[in-house]
């Protein structure tokens, strides 16, 4: 039987006097694959936090084993002054990796996630998508015991999407956990195991068999970063990202036809489109 990583006892949050978290119990166990899925401000991040270690608790308790690993992929990593290479070579030295084991592990996940050339731009200049690249490399520089993930695929290019998930199935084959925050559809049915909805500030268990299944277009265009989506189209949307005059779109594929057209008619220029399948 898998021990106990970590062990979460009636815990609760407040921040000030509202309530974010209440009665929370949830037990991690190496291969664990967990979704967290509910709206924003439901209180995803606050508890991927909480397991982290990086915000207390207002009331239970929380066991972990010892020596335990613990990586985290925040949803806004800081727009710092150091460059990719001088970070992610602190963060390795810190975490007590040899200078040849930094750059080693260092150089293959940058040529893996197409980061040579921004290796030594400061972090501060470089885009959403780029930052994002540099918060996935921080987080497997080494090989966890727990693995946690703050919607880990915002601003990321389709290629290195397809590249995250590839790595992260491979740690749940060497018995990592991981535990992620997230509104993609196609992202919990490939990654997680099981899945609990945030809801009235409880954690609530959820049938995976029940969560429609989706064939995805993911839909680059250029457009002005004022430009907004009409209402109506929000419903159609899986996600949809802002980077610059960049707006990048994940849509089902039987949404597709008519998301571009009304985009195309608004003036929306399609830059790319490539479909990714479950």
């Given at each position: ?85 001088e970070f992610i070579k602190s963060l390795g030295l810190i975490g007590g ?132 989506l009409d209402s109506e189209l929000h419903h159609l949307i899986e996600k ?12 089902p594929k039987d949404q597709s036809d008519l998301v571009l057209k009304e ?16």
């Open positions: 039987m898998n021990h106990v990583l970590i062990s979460l006892n009636s815990i609760s949050k407040c921040f000030g006097k509202k309530l974010i978290l209440k009665d929370i119990n949830l037990e991690i166990t190496p291969k664990n694959a967990i979704a967290l899925l509910g709206p924003n401000g439901s209180g995803k991040s606050t508890l991927l936090k909480i397991i982290a270690g990086l915000a207390k608790i207002s009331s239970g308790a929380i066991d972990y084993a010892p020596q335990l690993k613990i990586a985290y992929i925040p949803e806004n990593f800081p727009k710092i002054e150091l460059t990719p290479v990796l040899t200078p040849a084991k930094v750059n080693t592990s260092m150089t293959d996940l940058f040529q893996a996630f197409q980061m040579d050339d921004m290796g030594n731009v400061p972090i501060k200049h470089l885009s959403k998508g780029t930052i994002q690249k540099v918060a996935v490399i921080q987080a497997l520089l080494t090989t966890p015991d727990i693995l946690l993930l703050d919607e880990p695929l915002s601003g990321q290019d389709i290629q290195s999407q397809q590249l995250f998930i590839q790595m992260v199935q491979e740690l749940h084959q060497q018995g990592v956990a991981t535990i992620m925050s997230c509104h993609e559809r196609f992202l919990v049915n490939q990654l997680a195991h099981s899945a609990y909805e945030i809801s009235d500030h409880q954690l609530i268990p959820l049938d995976l068999s029940g969560l429609k299944e989706a064939n995805y277009d993911v839909m680059t265009f250029e457009a002005p970063a004022e430009a907004t949809a990202e802002w980077d610059h005059n960049r707006l990048k779109l994940i849509v985009l195309l008619k608004h003036q929306f220029k399609l830059r790319a489109m490539e479909g990714m399948e479950q």
